[in-house]
């Protein structure tokens, strides 16, 4: 028997119209905050290919 496990999809309704960027990173912030994670870097990619 094999004790791998099917892969699940994840279906979400994405906003219309998109969030701004600063509020994305507002929530990215807040997430990684609630889970309590140590040791943060933000790396600005912007401009960058």
């Given at each position: 028997m094999s004790?791998?496990?099917q892969p699940q999809?994840?279906?979400v309704d994405l906003p219309s119209p998109p969030p701004s960027v600063p509020e994305l990173l507002?929530?990215?912030r807040q997430a990684?905050?609630?889970?309590?994670?140590?040791?943060?870097?933000?790396?600005?990619?912007?401009?960058?290919?």
């Open positions: 004790n791998q496990t999809t994840i279906k507002a929530s990215v990684t905050e609630d889970l309590k994670a140590k040791d943060l870097v933000e790396i600005d990619v912007r401009g960058r290919s």
